[in-house]
């Protein structure tokens, strides 16, 4: 970048601090919503190898952190872990990072105690006096660094009981970024203390088949690492930034309340993350009551609806009101709240553990009825609506019974049934329900009147070679030792995600790499493609083109934790070649994340993966690469997401760069984000 160029975006963007720079307390006053960002700042690393930190900024024995901890002080001492480590991505030998050394310990920027460390040591806790420490957010350094050494910026919260909470709150870096920046400077930033996003409602619109050219549009925000410094607000009531990023599989199958942000909202407030299932809604007419809903999204802690401006509203499942909780905090989440009625389910068995499919048992419009007024205008359901989603961690399958004429009333949750082998797809045809049993590798038909089994639809022979059985710590149906070509031709090993096409059904399989299917009616079987895998794998999710309106008909699309062999970069047509969605065009903003799940049809695709966010493809103009890739890269070379929010979805209402690059408002524009005085207007 030309020093022109840099020198007006850090006018726009704040000067960063020398390196020798030691910040203080916070800034007294938070900049109000419509304001530039306050400025950023940051701190040469001349050696990765040589580092002081503290375990809440990194904690582990891999090169990254994924996550950040909140450090609270209370009472009349404080601690703080120093740890030495080194984050060098090298081959070569490191030097040396354990000599006895003493440094001062820098609290607020007062001296408040002496850390020695012995040789050999790398971590060492140092007690010192909060006396005289004001309250809120402090920052944490030491002086007495040498031999290339550095400290990694941090700040710790002194709870003091009747004190009024700070009005900012630290954004600070986290070791992922910084070990994949291109230069090794450390950066942070003191914004306002508040969940105020800027909200970025898309506009309804027709979609058009897609002929040549396809358009990625972020439905719900996303970029892969940057969701780690969400504004949270923790049980004891503290702003801070320091969240987990979405990224780690065991907490897609753990259960339990969700570790990253589950927001309702418009677009722009809305979180969504470890989405697991998407359909696509398909009104039929004005009245519908599906006449505003653009898709269902199963993620694995919620089942929630996506609507067409691109806000987000909760069916069942945890929600966070209004900011997210703390990640930490778990059950006790200070915003946390298990949304629908619960109390048919035992309490030890509330909520989703490791869902995967859902699908509608009950849902008709009553169309001799009149428009309801007060539901706007909408037509009532002729019963009440009833959702099945496959509950795989608890063996059952979760019934969600809704008001037939009212959409704010919340859902009736039930265990419509149970003692089932590890469900995992789900679909509803011809009135019958047929779920995948992925342990017992078969497909059942379930009679909805009854709930009993009605037949086996197709299982694994047993006189064939190929099993698989059930890993303990992934959940996933490890192969046993028959070959790729014994395991794929088995009829069923074990079964996950099922699609229907007509009398067709569609059955994905990780132990056996491949993707078969079923005759409802006949039985018969017929392998259809194998699945490309790496290493990262651990199921199959997929979906099919059922008509040309996105891709040629026949065209699956399938995930499975990969990043490359997915969805996000191809299809594979009914003859095994691929097909993409891009043309000949390199794409812009494909997401670099571990795929999960896919859905496709009515003239478009919608993709999710491990990180937060939904990515919508479709028909469009074509996207200028290049200009959108120096825009993104602009934002990040100078820590924009630290003070933007990732890719310029400001969690703090303030006012972005515009005006600074015009690569930068093209990023922007990419994402359908537009000046706070547009920024409401749909």
């Known amino acids: 970048m030309d020093r022109q160029r840099r020198a007006l975006l850090l006018t726009t963007l704040g000067s960063p601090a020398l390196a020798a720079t030691r910040p203080t307390a916070a800034e007294p006053t938070a900049p109000a919503i419509g304001s530039p960002a306050p400025a950023l700042q940051e701190r040469t690393i001349p050696d990765l190898a040589r580092v002081l930190c503290v375990p809440e900024w990194y904690d582990g024995d891999g090169l990254y952190n994924r996550w950040q901890g909140l450090l609270v002080w209370r009472g009349s001492t404080g601690q703080v872990r120093l740890r030495r480590k080194c984050l060098k991505q090298a081959a070569q030998p490191l030097p040396d990072h354990t000599p006895a050394r003493s440094y001062g310990l820098l609290i607020g920027g007062r001296r408040v105690a002496e850390a020695r460390f012995a040789a050999g040591q790398t971590d060492l806790p140092v007690s010192f006096p909060l006396a005289g420490l004001p309250p809120g957010w402090l920052t944490i350094d030491v002086d007495g660094t040498q031999d ?3 400290f990694i910026h941090w700040a710790g919260y002194h709870h003091v009981p009747g004190a009024p909470p700070p009005q900012t709150m630290p954004v600070i870096q986290g070791s992922h970024a910084l070990g994949w920046s291109r230069a090794p400077i450390h950066r942070w930033a003191m914004m306002p203390a ?15 088949p897609v002929s ?20 949270n607000l923790s049980r004891e009531g503290i702003w801070n930034t320091h969240g987990k990023q979405a990224y780690f599989f065991s907490d897609v199958m753990a259960g339990g309340p969700p570790p990253v942000p589950h927001v309702d909202g418009p677009r722009g407030k809305a979180t969504a993350g470890m989405i697991v299932d998407i359909h696509i809604a398909t009104p039929t007419r004005p009245g519908d009551p599906e006449r505003d809903v653009e898709a269902y999204l199963m993620t694995a802690h919620a089942w929630r609806k996506l609507m067409r401006d691109g806000s987000i509203q909760t069916l069942a499942g945890w929600i966070h009101d209004d900011a997210p909780s703390h990640w930490k905090d778990g059950a006790n989440g200070r915003t946390l709240r298990l949304a629908g009625d619960w109390s048919a389910v035992p309490p030890e068995r509330r909520g989703y553990h490791d869902p995967w499919g859902s699908a509608w048992l009950q849902v008709e419009t009553d169309e001799a009825a009149a428009p309801i007024p007060s539901e706007g205008d909408l037509k009532p359901h002729r019963l009440p609506p009833i959702g099945l989603v496959a509950d795989s961690g608890h063996g059952r399958i979760l019934a969600h019974r809704f008001h037939p004429r009212m959409h704010g009333p919340q859902a009736v949750v039930s265990e419509w049934m149970t003692g089932l082998h590890d469900p995992f797809g789900l679909v509803v045809w011809n009135d019958r329900v047929i779920v995948s049993e992925r342990t017992a590798h078969r497909i059942i038909e379930i009679d909805p009147a009854t709930r009993r089994i009605s037949r086996v639809i197709v299982e694994r022979d047993p006189k064939r070679p190929g099993n698989a059985t059930m890993s303990s710590w992934r959940r996933a149906m490890d192969p046993d030792g028959a070959t790729l070509a014994e395991r794929q031709a088995q009829p069923c090993l074990a079964p996950e995600m099922l699609r229907l096409w007509g009398d067709w059904l569609y059955y994905g399989s990780y132990a056996a790499q491949a993707i078969h299917r079923v005759h409802l009616k006949t039985g018969e079987v017929q392998f259809i493609q194998r699945v490309e895998m790496d290493r990262q794998s651990w199921f199959v999710n997929f979906d099919i083109a059922r008509d040309d309106s996105f891709a040629p008909a026949g065209t699956i699309f399938y995930c499975s934790w990969a990043q490359q062999s997915c969805a996000a970069h191809y299809g594979v047509l009914p003859d095994g070649s691929k097909w993409t969605k891009h043309a000949g065009q390199a794409p812009w903003n494909d997401p670099q994340t571990y795929s999960a799940a896919v859905a496709v049809g009515e003239g478009r695709m919608y993709y999710a993966g491990s990180a937060m966010g939904l990515t919508r493809y479709e028909a469009g103009p074509p996207i200028d690469t290049g200009r959108y890739k120096r825009g993104r ?50």
């Open 212 to 231: 040549r050219f396809v358009c990625g549009r972020l439905v719900v925000p996303t970029d892969m690492g940057q969701d780690i410094v969400t504004p």
């Open 148 to 150: 290339g050494e550095s």
């Open 194 to 208: 508040r969940y105020t996003p800027t909200l970025h409602p898309l506009r309804p619109q027709r979609f058009e």
């Open 633 to 682: 890269e602009l934002f990040q070379q100078e820590g924009g997401w630290l003070r933007f929010g990732a890719g310029g979805f400001n969690p703090w209402g303030l006012e972005l760069p515009w005006g600074v690059d015009p690569d930068l408002d093209y990023y922007f524009g990419c994402h359908d984000i537009r000046r706070l005085g547009d920024a409401r207007k749909v």
